[in-house]
């Protein structure tokens, strides 16, 4: 088992920046790939950015390339994305996931999910 707990989002203007991190408790977390996903009011749940174990892959949704940058830290357990340029569209909760089969872009790819936080960008 793997627990997940985000932090970071708040309120933010539109050109603002956010940090999100996840911090995994449980198995070593190294031995799973890591996503983050989001989900606005009355929407389903879409990919943003996922990260393999080695670190030697990223993908990120073209909604969010060149302003977005997911990365981890296997030491700390911690995985994070890096929100710069932020636009009224990136308003959602912020959902920190992490899967040992394949580093996909489905939400079934995943096994843990955190609670999310919740990212609001103000226009």
């Known amino acids: 088992q793997v627990q997940l707990v985000e932090s970071g989002g708040g309120l933010v203007q539109a050109g603002g920046s956010l940090r999100l991190s996840c911090a995994a408790s449980?198995?070593?977390?190294?031995?799973?790939?890591s996503a983050w996903f989001r989900q606005a009011p009355g929407k389903e749940r879409e990919f943003v950015a996922a990260?393999?174990?080695?670190?030697?892959?990223?993908y990120y949704t073209d909604s969010v390339k060149g302003r977005f940058t997911i990365s981890r830290d296997n030491a700390k357990n911690t995985v994070y994305l890096q929100m710069n340029s932020l636009k009224p569209e990136d308003t959602a909760v912020y959902y920190c996931?992490?899967?040992?089969?394949?580093?996909?872009?489905?939400?079934?790819?995943?096994?843990?999910w955190g609670q999310g936080t919740q990212v609001t960008v103000s226009s």
């Open positions: 990260i393999s174990r080695s670190i030697s892959v990223t």
């Open positions: 996931a992490a899967g040992g089969r394949i580093v996909g872009l489905g939400v079934d790819d995943y096994d843990y």
């Open positions: 449980g198995r070593t977390y190294s031995f799973y790939h």
